[in-house]
């Protein structure tokens, strides 16, 4: 059984920092896009960040030049490094990993880790 593990979430004050981590366990073979989504209280889930396997990256517009996504393929691993944290940033964050292609595609999603922006 496949299971995706987030760590490093909890409260931090506006402009401080968190990393978060996920880890894949269980078999899970040829990952191609991982990612990070995060939803917050009444709103809708939204795609924060992506990585492809080649590298590529791509991130929401209010969190461009603050996040940065990060992925380690020998450690099935995605981080993300949230700097200058705001608390618009307050939601639950779920990692996502992608394997396979087209109709043969499938996406795993973690368990989420709460992250919390306040003074």
């Known amino acids: 059984q496949v299971q995706l593990v987030e760590s490093g979430g909890g409260s931090v004050q506006p402009g401080g920092s968190l990393r978060l981590s996920c880890a894949a366990s269980?078999?899970?073979?040829?990952?191609?896009?991982m990612g990070w989504h995060r939803q917050a209280p009444g709103k809708q889930r939204e795609l924060v960040a992506a990585?492809?396997?080649?590298?590529?990256?791509n991130y929401a517009n209010s969190v461009k030049g603050r996040f940065t996504i990060s992925r380690d393929n020998a450690k099935k691993t995605v981080y993300l490094q949230m700097n200058s944290l705001k608390p618009e940033d307050t939601a639950v964050y779920y990692c996502?990993?992608?394997?396979?292609?087209?109709?043969?595609?499938?996406?795993?999603w973690g368990q989420g880790t709460q992250v919390t922006v306040s003074s």
């Open positions: 990585i492809t396997l080649g590298g590529s990256t």
């Open positions: 996502t990993m992608k394997t396979g292609y087209g109709f043969g595609s499938y996406t795993y």
């Open positions: 269980g078999s899970i073979f040829s990952i191609n896009d």
